[in-house]
């Protein structure tokens, strides 16, 4: 089992890399069907004509994969407790591509109003196989204190 992570364990400039994900095109078109249905996420030959030039995960499949990534990988105590950011796509998803998370930790603000808590902001990059990155999120996320022994 992965140790929990408190806000006391974190420091500036810490940095994570996540297990990986392979996209196929099957699971690109399965979550278009059900939440994206654009022509591109979802036929070969419509993406080709597209400003994409070829089939491309929607961006908030590759936001969906990076979450799951997020939660395997940062087991910070409490969970992953989002409070708003910023995300870019700068490049697609494609089939074939294999998926990990960089995280690096930007900030740490303990909570004046309650010390069982602080929040972290972080600069989280989701690379494909080649490091290039296919998402990159600036994220606060609630970090909970460690418990008085």
Not at 49 to 74: E, K
Not at 91 to 107: K, N
Not at 114 to 121: A, E, F, Q, T
Request: aromatic share 6%; no cysteine.
């Amino acid at each position: 089992m992965i140790a929990r992570l408190y806000l006391e364990d974190l420091h500036l400039g810490q940095t994570f890399t996540t297990g990986s994900v392979t996209v196929t095109t099957e699971a690109i078109k399965a979550f278009a069907r059900d939440y994206d249905p654009q022509p591109f996420h979802l036929d070969e030959e419509a993406a080709r004509d597209s400003l994409f030039g070829g089939l491309a995960a929607s961006g908030w499949h590759t936001a969906a994969l990076s979450m799951r990534l997020l939660v395997d990988g940062l087991p910070f105590a409490g969970g992953l407790i989002g409070v708003g950011g910023e995300t870019t796509w700068p490049r697609p998803t494609r089939p074939g591509d294999t998926l990990t998370v960089h995280i690096e930790v930007l900030a740490i603000t303990p909570s004046k109003s309650r010390p069982d808590r602080g929040m972290v902001r972080t600069r989280n990059e989701t690379r494909n196989q080649h490091g290039e990155p296919v998402q990159i999120s600036n994220l606060g996320i609630v970090a909970w204190s460690r418990p008085a022994a």
